[in-house]
């Protein structure tokens, strides 16, 4: 097997800046997170997830997926929900083998109470950093880097469904 190529000096100005500022934003996003809500970054997007599925519920398996997790990482992260009072699981209607997590009303609260912080720490450290052509070409972008390892890209939020109270990140 031959070894890929060094990145050049161009390619490695890149890696390097994602490197940093991913890991930047995601701090920031947990310390907004722990604050106010006590969550983590993966609980609030399971939140979020659960939101906006229709009747707040999703089998754990498509969670899993969306989430991008293993299925026995999504189990640990609902149970520590469920502790909270902010998820609850219930038998899936159409599989007797299927487990729905299900968005409870005090998850939907603390949805509400935490997505403006979020939103803020999202924009201020991202969002509000790009016009609308940066925006469109961090998107295909970022979308073309998912597919490329498989994951399900989500469709553009004009499609997603109904709006919830925080962005999917």
Wanted: proline fraction near 8%; glycine fraction near 8%; charged fraction near 25%.
């Amino acid at each position: 097997m031959t070894e890929p190529p060094w990145l050049s000096e161009r390619e490695l100005d890149a890696w390097l800046a994602y490197l940093t500022a991913s890991h930047l934003l995601e701090r920031r996003i947990e310390e907004q997170l722990k604050a106010d809500a006590g969550l983590t970054h993966p609980q609030y997007e399971i939140l979020t997830r659960l939101s906006s599925a229709p009747g707040q519920r999703m089998r754990m398996t498509e969670l899993a997926r969306l989430v991008v997790v293993s299925k026995s990482g999504l189990t640990y992260q609902i149970g520590q929900l469920e502790k909270a009072g902010l998820v609850e699981r219930a038998a899936c209607p159409s599989d007797e083998r299927g487990i729905m997590a299900v968005l409870t009303g005090e998850g939907m609260r603390c949805l509400e109470r935490t997505a403006p912080g979020h939103l803020a720490v999202v924009r201020a450290f991202l969002i509000d950093h790009f016009g609308p052509d940066e925006l469109t070409s961090m998107t295909r972008i970022m979308r073309k880097a998912a597919a490329a390892m498989g994951a399900a890209v989500p469709p553009p939020a004009g499609e997603a469904g109904p709006h919830t109270p925080g962005p999917r990140t």
